[in-house]
């Protein structure tokens, strides 16, 4: 079983690019070229920014890679990350208790690991802590080793908040933000943008930008991109 060191973390699939996934784990082939360059970026570097318009695949990538990279043995937990921001209506207090209250944000990403790897799967995951929901308001102080990071809905995040979450990458983990900067649902307050200006060229990092021609959802969505 591979196991990720400081060293090869960065080379994550790399002797596998073009076949990534594996065939004996159930994965997905990418559906446009956006997606598949998007995957090798993440699988070349230990910090990418994959940002781009609605549906085009930009949370499922990672996500699945993650969920990959735990099966394989590169790491030892994925970490899914996402603000707790409701979009434009407010659903009022949440029952349940902190588990409770975040689900409905993680659901998205919950979604694209069972679409990759099937509910057991993923229900085996979540009980043996191998996939971990994580809430931006109880990162601090924590140093995320051997894990994969996805922080999905980063345009939603300030800066402050990705600057936290980006420090507390550890030894052996690789972070992944992705985000929509046209579709932020706290306006100036993102710091989506600031974070990429600031290391987006940083030796090491990448940021891989997917355009409507990659969405692939309903193909009128691709039409309509550029008017909405």
Do not use: W
């Not at 994959?50 to 990959?68: C, H, I, Q, R, S």
């Not at 208790?97 to 099937?118: E, H, R, S, T, Y």
Request: proline share 6%; hydrophobic share 35%; glycine share 10%.
């Amino acid at each position: 079983m591979k196991k990720t060191t400081p060293d090869n973390v960065t080379v994550m699939f790399e002797e596998e690019q073009d076949t990534f996934p594996s065939p004996k784990i159930q994965g997905f082939t990418p559906r446009s070229d956006g997606q598949k360059a998007l995957r090798r970026a993440i699988g070349m570097h230990d910090v990418c920014f994959g940002l781009g318009t609605f549906g085009t695949g930009k949370t499922f990538v990672p996500v699945a890679m993650g969920v990959e990279g735990v099966q394989r043995g590169f790491f030892e937990k994925v970490i899914f990350v996402r603000p707790a921001v409701e979009s434009g209506e407010k659903l009022g207090s949440l029952p349940g208790d902190g588990n409770d209250k975040i689900a409905p944000f993680m659901m998205p990403m919950l979604d694209c690991a069972v679409d990759f790897a099937g509910k057991k799967t993923v229900d085996r995951m979540q009980n043996t802590r191998q996939i971990l929901l994580r809430p931006i308001a109880h990162m601090r102080g924590s140093t995320l080793s051997d894990a994969m990071i996805v922080v999905d809905e980063a345009q939603n995040c300030t800066y402050g908040q990705l600057k936290m979450i980006y420090t507390r990458l550890g030894h052996g983990s690789k972070i992944v933000f992705v985000g929509d900067p046209d579709q932020s649902d706290i306006g100036q307050k993102s710091g989506l943008m600031e974070m990429v200006r600031r290391i987006g060229d940083v030796e090491g990092i990448a940021t891989h930008r997917m355009g409507p021609e990659d969405i692939v959802r309903h193909p009128i969505l691709s039409k309509t991109a550029h008017l909405i």
